[in-house]
C-alpha cells in the first residue's frame, strides 16, 4: 500500500463562532488534509503537542503506559479509509515476536502517536482525495484563541 508519511500540524478550530469545530491538520509538503475531531480528543493531542502533562494520566496516557508496560512499541499510525464522512485508522504496536494492527479512531491514533513520536502514515489515495491546499483553509484559528 502507498502511503503518505504526514506531519501533525496541530489543533485548529474552525466554523462559525456559534458553531465552532475542532479539527487536526495533517501536512505533507503545501497540502493539507483537515480531520474533525471532538472536544476532549482535541485537547488531548494539543496537550501532547505542547508537551502539557495533566496532573493525573488521561486516556491516552493510560493506553501508552498499558503499551509500554506489557512490552510493545507503537510503531505508526495509519489512517487508511475514509466512509460516509468517518475516517478510519490503525494503531501499529509491535511486541517481541508480532506486529498487531488495532482498529481505532483517527483522533484517538493521533493522540497517541503524538506521546509516543511514532509515524504518522495515510493511504496516499485517501490524502489526494481530501486534500487541500493550505491557500484554501478559510475561518481557521489555533486552539490556543480558545483557550486561556
Partial sequence: MDTVAATIKGVYM?????????????????????????????????????????????????????????????????????????????????????HKEIDARPSDCIAIAVRTNSPVQVRKSLFDQVAVESSELEGVSSLDEYIQ
Fill in 14 to 98: 474552525v466554523g462559525s463562532p456559534k458553531q465552532m469545530s475542532p479539527v487536526v491538520l495533517l501536512a505533507d509538503g503545501d497540502s493539507i488534509m483537515p480531520i474533525f475531531v471532538g472536544h476532549a480528543e482535541a485537547m488531548s493531542i494539543h496537550l501532547a503537542l505542547r508537551k502539557e502533562r495533566s496532573p493525573r494520566p488521561l486516556t491516552h496516557d493510560l493506553i501508552v503506559s498499558l503499551i509500554s508496560e506489557l512490552g510493545g512499541t507503537v510503531e505508526r499510525i495509519l489512517i487508511d479509509d475514509l466512509d460516509e464522512g468517518t475516517f478510519y485508522a490503525r494503531l501499529v504496536v509491535g511486541t517481541q515476536d508480532s
